[in-house]
């Protein structure tokens, strides 16, 4: 069964400090992961992508880093603000072509605090 | 949420009640799906779309059913047979079904019981 797991469930930092979120998973054949941002109670948006190749892959102070070999995944934000409390979610994409190819872990919900 | 738009933002069902949550997107995407969001737990698939008059189950359809009479809209309506349906639910879509495409949030619907 393809699975996906993030660590922590939760974070509190302060604001200005970094943080690294974790992401594990078991998902089979591998495509692709990404990283979704979403605030609460709104849709998630997508923030970056990565495909087998790509070992990191950053959007401004968001950088995520991908091994496939321990199919380990990190998302580590930099310099962190307020607007960057919100869930954030990995997700692995399966090399199928049905509805069902993305497996969604539970999120990691980040607080920043001033 | 860029182009895609769910309605309304909140709604009560009643018991034995049948309910409709629409999803409208102007992205001309020929791929719609709708997701079940609960606390902690990642997004499951309840249905899909390829295609305008085709859609198929998910992982968790049983108590749902759509239609995708047109490409840009793509209705949920949670029935009676649904037990549990206090959740969040968000509808996406792509330009196409495959592993390589993004998939594109709404703010989503937040169905609550009386």
């Known amino acids: 069964k393809n699975q996906v797991e993030q660590s922590p469930q939760s974070l509190i930092i302060l604001e200005g400090k970094n943080c690294t979120l974790q992401c594990n998973y078991t998902v089979s054949p591998f495509s692709n992961l990404r990283w979704y941002k979403q605030d609460t109670g709104r849709g998630p948006v997508s923030l970056t992508i990565m495909t087998f190749s790509e070992n990191t892959k950053s959007n401004g102070r968001y950088t995520a880093t991908l091994d496939a070999d321990t199919k380990q995944s990190s998302l580590h934000i930099t310099a962190s603000q307020l607007s960057d409390s919100a869930s954030y979610i990995c997700?692995?994409?399966?090399?199928?072509?049905?509805?069902?190819?993305?497996?969604f872990g539970g999120g990691t919900r980040l607080m920043v605090k001033p | 949420d860029g182009g895609i738009t769910q309605s309304p933002k909140y709604l009560f069902r009643k018991e034995g009640q049948n309910v409709t949550l629409s999803c409208e997107q102007n992205?001309?995407?020929?791929?719609m799906y709708w997701y079940r969001q609960d606390p902690g737990q990642g997004l499951r698939l309840i249905y899909y779309?390829?295609?305008?008059?085709?859609?198929q189950k998910g992982d968790i359809a049983e108590g749902y059913s759509v239609s995708r009479e047109k490409k840009e809209s793509f209705p949920l309506t949670v029935t009676s047979a649904q037990k549990n349906p206090t959740a969040f639910y968000l509808c996406?879509?792509?330009?196409?079904?495959?592993?390589?495409?993004?998939?594109?949030f709404g703010p989503g619907t937040r169905l609550l019981v009386l």
């Open positions: 997700v692995v994409s399966a090399g199928t072509y049905a509805g069902n190819m993305l497996t």
């Open positions: 992205l001309n995407h020929d791929a």
């Open positions: 996406a879509s792509s330009s196409s079904l495959g592993p390589g495409e993004t998939q594109y």
């Open positions: 779309s390829q295609i305008v008059n085709d859609f």
